[in-house]
């Protein structure tokens, strides 16, 4: 289980980076460089990309995206996350601390360091580069799964391939990351991180920036696996959204995507007494989190729910904090659904008085954990991980297009079969 997304700290630092002479140096094909589209306005771009996504809440644990990144396109696994800015990868400068990944580590070259002068740098952070000719633009971030990423920024090409067609080689800033703490000698899912947070450097922004496509993203992840996802307007459905303001203020840090009113919490009709929570979405959370205050009443409500119904709580279990255990083990949520009932978010618009109903059903928020054959909640307290806010995850946003518009500062969400991604691909 990864909480990835919401960072403890994040810390852009301007050293000077020793890497080892390149002897693989690849030259950028410049004809694929995009041209920046003069005087675009972003509302005069109609395109989209979409990605088809891979991965499933469990066992998986993730959602991906591969994307072909250099100028040999070479693939690479990327962890879609909406909670960061910085896209990076496993990299090879070399690496000191780098897992085992699906595909072989990003190389470094040299000469695609971002100097920290670059606008894309100090949107990280602010720290101010004192000999800006030979200071590498070097990031350290520091993730609330204890995992951490220190490395430099930057160039390369990624094709961008737009739903109507044409093809970008686009010059990306991302993330090498040579120092991944914690990872040596571990198995990752996934080469790095897609970061679709709200700051400049995210990929999203930086497309933008381009003039390729609006900064609008739209995920769509199923409960059966896989899914899309999207950046541009097409194919954010234009009727049967249900929108709520996106918060502007820097409640939180500015990277992360909450709706700007508060959020009540019911389990089916019963009111979990807490007022005002502040939800952050996070796709690079597997899970969802409440704080203690209002995890404690809410696991209180459903305990009492299931009080005479034939599930035990069982200690034998450490897929997940809480699990509980049948007569015998469970092949499917139709075996225990019914003893739960859904979860609802109510989001207030703001000043206005209007409310969003956000419903999480048991099969979204349970899970069959195997091969024990157990229901285990995906709803974790929060404080246990020292974490002051509440964190929708992967989980909450299955079996739904959940839309993240920078461009008219909103956060929306539709039911969606997820897996019909064809007509998506030209
Ligand atoms: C696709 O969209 C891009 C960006 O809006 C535009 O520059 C390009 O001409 C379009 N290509 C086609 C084939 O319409
Ligand atoms: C990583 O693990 C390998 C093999 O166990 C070990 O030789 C190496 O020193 C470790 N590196 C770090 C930075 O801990
Ligand atoms: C959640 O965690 C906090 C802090 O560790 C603890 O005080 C609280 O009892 C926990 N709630 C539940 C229901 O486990
Ligand atoms: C739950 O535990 C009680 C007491 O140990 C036992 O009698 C009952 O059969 C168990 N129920 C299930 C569904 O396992």
Redesign the pocket.
């Known amino acids: 289980m990864k909480l990835k997304g919401y960072r403890k700290t994040m810390i852009m630092l301007a050293l000077v980076l020793l890497v080892p002479p390149s002897g693989s140096f690849v030259a950028g094909n410049q004809q694929l460089i995009a041209p920046p589209l003069a005087a675009t306005s972003a509302n005069e771009v109609g395109s989209s990309v979409v990605f088809r996504v891979l991965g499933n809440v469990y066992p998986i644990g993730y959602y991906y995206v591969e994307i072909n990144i250099g100028s040999l396109s070479t693939p690479y696994y990327l962890d879609i996350d909406t909670g960061s800015d910085l896209t990076w990868l496993h990299c090879d400068a070399p690496c000191e601390d780098c897992p085992k990944t699906p595909h072989p580590l990003y190389q470094l070259k040299k000469d695609s360091l971002v100097p920290c002068t670059e606008s894309v740098c100090t949107s990280l952070h602010s720290n101010i580069c004192d000999k800006p000719t030979d200071h590498e633009c070097h990031y350290e971030i520091e993730y609330a799964d204890q995992g951490a990423s220190q490395g430099a920024l930057v160039k390369d090409v990624i094709p961008i391939c737009l739903a109507n067609g044409t093809v970008y080689g686009s010059l990306l800033a991302i993330g090498c990351g040579y120092d991944q703490q914690g990872s040596n000698g571990t198995t990752s899912q996934t080469d790095g991180l897609l970061g679709l947070g709200k700051g400049k450097a995210s990929f999203a922004s930086q497309l933008q920036s381009l003039g390729l496509v609006q900064n609008v993203i739209a995920h769509c992840f199923s409960s059966n696996g896989g899914g899309f996802l999207s950046i541009g307007e097409h194919p954010v459905p234009s009727s049967g959204v249900v929108w709520t303001p996106m918060s502007r203020n820097s409640l939180f840090d500015e990277s992360y995507y909450s709706p700007a009113g508060s959020t009540e919490l019911y389990l089916g009709k019963q009111y979990i007494g807490v007022m005002d929570l502040q939800v952050i979405f996070d796709s690079g959370s597997s899970y969802s989190y409440f704080s ?1 205050q209002a ?2 009443p809410l ?2 409500s459903m305990m009492k729910d299931l009080a005479g119904k034939p599930l035990n709580i069982t200690k034998e279990d450490n897929t997940l904090p809480i699990c509980w255990s049948g007569a015998k083990p469970f092949t499917s949520f139709d075996d225990f659904k019914n003893y739960f009932s859904p979860v609802r978010l109510r989001i207030k618009n703001g000043w206005m008085s209007q409310v969003q109903v956000m419903e999480i059903p048991p099969e979204s928020y349970m899970i069959v954990s195997r091969p024990h054959g157990n229901a285990c909640l995906g709803i974790l ?1 929060g ?2 991980v020292e974490l002051d806010d509440n964190i929708i995850g992967d989980n909450f946003f299955q079996d739904r297009m959940v839309i993240y518009d920078n461009e008219q500062q909103r956060i929306g969400w539709a039911p969606a079969d997820c897996n019909k991604i064809s007509g998506l691909f030209n």
């Open positions: 203690s995890y404690t696991i209180s307290n404080s246990e």
